[in-house]
């Protein structure tokens, strides 16, 4: 079975600084990684997403992720921290599929604090 | 935008009422999603969709039932709702090829009192 773990519930950086939040999945082959962003009292919306390629991708808002197959691990980064970053970050994964339906598994979260 | 409406927004509720939630899309698009929202357990999988009449449990399914009798609406239905229903319910849609990722509403915030 598929999973994923964000080791951090929470996050504080200061304004300007760098930061990476970190993902870890558990899949029996090749993963389709996601990271996804939620504001308060909103849905979530797509920052970047690993399918194949380049292990390095990049997102919406400045934000970038690495794919490193041997860590099991997709981890999120920015390099310099904006006060409207705040918000609640998802990672999530699912199959590569040649048909059928894409059921994602969430990460369960980490809440980013921007302190100014 | 993914021309995704989740009704109602927010709704309140007394345990073992049937509740109905509905999200409806623009575009057409195949698959159709539910999940729910929880402290400390990021997003679940409730039921999915893959076309019209053709649903599927997830891994929280219990307690729910889906329907679609029409591409642009998917609907939950909580039959007695039980105070651990309450939660944060999205919608989602796969837009595209079967690897395209998931597009979320907005949410409905369910109390179950």
């Known amino acids: 079975a598929q999973s994923v773990t964000q080791p951090d519930i929470h996050i504080t950086v200061s304004e300007g600084a760098s930061l990476e939040l970190r993902c870890n999945y558990s899949y029996g082959a090749t993963p389709y990684l996601f990271w996804y962003v939620q504001s308060p009292g909103q849905g979530l919306q797509l920052l970047l997403k690993?399918?194949?390629?380049?292990?390095l991708v990049q997102g919406i808002k400045g934000f970038e992720a690495e794919f490193k197959r041997s860590q099991s691990s997709f981890n999120l980064r920015k390099p310099s921290v904006h006060w409207s970053d705040a918000a609640e970050y998802f990672c999530?994964?699912?199959?590569?599929?040649?048909?059928?339906?894409?059921?994602?598994?969430f990460g369960t979260g980490t809440q980013l604090k921007v302190e100014l | 935008d993914a021309g995704i409406t989740q009704s109602p927004r927010h709704k309140v509720t007394e345990t073992g009422t049937p509740v109905t939630l509905r999200c409806h899309q623009t575009?057409?698009?195949?698959?159709m999603y539910w999940y729910r929202q929880d402290p400390g357990h990021g997003l679940r999988l409730i039921h999915y969709?893959?076309?019209?009449?053709?649903?599927d449990k997830g891994e929280v399914s219990d307690g729910y039932s889906v329907s679609r009798s029409k591409t642009e609406d998917f609907l939950l239905t909580l039959e007695s709702a039980t105070s651990s229903q309450t939660s944060v319910y999205f919608c989602?849609?796969?837009?595209?090829?079967?690897?395209?990722?998931?597009?979320f509403g907005n949410g409905t915030r369910l109390t179950v009192t």
């Open positions: 989602a849609i796969r837009a595209g090829d079967t690897n395209s990722p998931l597009h």
């Open positions: 999530a994964v699912g199959p590569i599929l040649t048909g059928g339906g894409n059921k994602l598994t």
């Open positions: 690993y399918f194949s390629g380049d292990t």
């Open positions: 969709s893959y076309g019209v009449k053709d649903t």
């Open positions: 575009e057409n698009h195949r698959y």
